[in-house]
């Protein structure tokens, strides 16, 4: 999987000059908001920054084995930050309310088995079909 993603990152002029500005125009903010709490860092951010903008608008071939680092480094982040996303999902938002719903006695679905039943299927009462009603069906 991991190497299919890598062989299908297109290096393009056009993506290397855009990510080229993107990057140059972060690294700078970065560098300009923490010139005052830390100065030697804002001014490396500030150099990498122009480095970054000035070669993403006049030479953009130079980015082209940074972006392919750059995005390399997050196709393996993603591998793991999607699953650590699921897992915050699951044990934080599903759990607790799956635990308040036991505790309060809801039950979301009737999965009980019941014995002297023909048939699960639960009827629904039939409506009459309008044809006004197709045109507007939200």
């Known amino acids: ?6 062989k299908n990152i297109k290096v393009q002029p056009p993506q290397l000059k855009r990510s ?3 990057a140059g125009i972060i690294w700078l903010v970065l560098g300009l908001i ?16 122009a ?11 130079i980015l082209g084995p940074i972006y392919k680092a750059a995005t390399g480094t997050l196709l ?6 999607t699953k650590i996303v699921l897992v ?5 938002l599903v759990t ?4 308040f719903s036991r505790l309060l006695g809801k039950k979301f679905l009737d999965v009980s088995l019941k014995k002297n039943t023909n ?5 629904c009462e039939e409506k009459e079909n309008v044809p006004a009603q197709y045109e507007k069906q939200y």
């Open 51 to 61: 480095f970054f903008l000035l070669t993403g608008f006049f030479y953009g071939r």
């Open 119 to 123: 048939t699960y299927w639960i009827k």
């Open 76 to 81: 393996i982040i993603s591998l793991f930050l």
């Open 1 to 6: 999987m991991f190497k299919d993603e890598w």
């Open 96 to 99: 607790p309310i799956a635990i």
């Open 34 to 49: 923490l010139m005052r709490p830390r100065p030697q860092l804002a001014w490396l951010l500030c150099v990498g920054g």
């Open 88 to 92: 915050f999902i699951y044990y934080f």
């Open 20 to 22: 080229g500005i993107t």
